[in-house]
């Protein structure tokens, strides 16, 4: 299945693409929340999608799609997972994976716009693979790690550093800027990605090429990833983990290139879509657009 959250910003509503089309499914499902993947929620939207083909209504390819998952309790990333990654950074290979957090309330729709943090020099991005658990894990074997995972995203790691790097402590504050996670379009789940470990991942900015890898190069792979996290952290039902971005990044150009207001991102990755984010400049009124609502559970 793939799974999508459409509608205005803090309102949207869970639905899904079958046969290429999208249909609502917001008047029988929660939201794609912890709730949601706790419960069973992937085997109920399956067997009641099956028992209601041609029956559910219609969305509009017109509507804005949210993320694909409701806003999870943790956003964990990997960083340096790429060895060409690291080598354009000037970055030793890790002999562990390097976690990192990255804020929920930087997470936005596939298409939405990323804005320049204020005082931001150096606004920087990352396609990379998102996997989204599926069930409570904690100190999870790596032989059974897959059983944890719901499905796969594509995620812009989008990140200022600046913050990141130049600014003393932690990687987090050059991470979790507000709209420094556009996550989508959709959701696929586990049994739509045939090879998880053969996917290509591409970014372009304005129109020119800057990232072209593949997730077979990932130095640390997704169930050693699971298991690994699963020893510092409980994952829960719909967290995510992004697994880290190949070469390409703006921080690896010589001279090094950073986003400016008007550029225009697109990425993809095999399998999980597209997207694409105009930058803008900083602005408060970027949070007046958001709407909240409760969420049904």
Request: aromatic share 10%; proline share 5%; net charge negative.
């Given at each position: ?211 072209d890898g593949t997730t077979a190069n990932l130095i640390f792979k997704i ?13 829960l039902p719909g967290d995510m983990i992004s697994t880290g971005t190949p ?51």
């Open positions: 299945m793939k799974l999508i959250r459409f509608g205005e910003k803090g309102l949207e509503r869970p639905g899904i693409i079958h046969e290429g089309q999208w249909f609502d499914v917001s008047d029988y499902f929660e939201d794609y929340n912890e709730y949601f993947f706790e419960n069973d929620g992937l085997k109920r939207l399956q067997q009641f999608v099956e028992s209601n083909k041609g029956k559910l209504p219609k969305v509009s390819a017109d509507e804005r799609l949210g993320s694909p998952i409701a806003r999870p309790s943790k956003i964990v990333c990997i960083g340096l997972n790429y060895a060409d990654h690291a080598k354009e950074t000037g970055a030793t290979i890790p002999a562990e994976p390097v976690i990192f957090m990255k804020s929920t309330t930087a997470l936005i729709g596939p298409n939405d716009e990323v804005m320049i943090p204020r005082d931001s020099q150096k606004t920087d991005w990352e396609v990379e693979l998102a996997v989204i658990i599926g069930k409570k894990a904690s100190y999870v074997e790596e032989a059974e790690a897959m059983d944890y995972v719901a499905g796969y995203a594509l995620h812009n790691d989008v990140s200022e550093r600046e913050f990141q790097l130049e600014r003393n402590g932690t990687w987090d504050k050059g991470k979790g800027c507000d709209t420094f996670a556009p996550v989508g379009p959709f959701l696929a789940t586990k049994e739509e990605i045939a090879d998880v470990d053969n996917l290509r991942l591409w970014l372009s900015l304005n129109g020119k090429m800057m990232q169930p050693f990833l699971i298991s690994y996290v699963s020893r510092f952290m409980t994952l070469a390409g990044v703006g921080l690896g150009f010589n001279p090094q290139v950073y986003l400016q207001p008007g550029d225009v991102v697109e990425l993809g990755i095999d399998g999980l879509g597209t997207s694409k984010q105009k930058v803008i400049a900083f602005t408060k009124e970027i949070y007046k657009e958001v709407k909240t609502t409760t969420i049904k559970a």
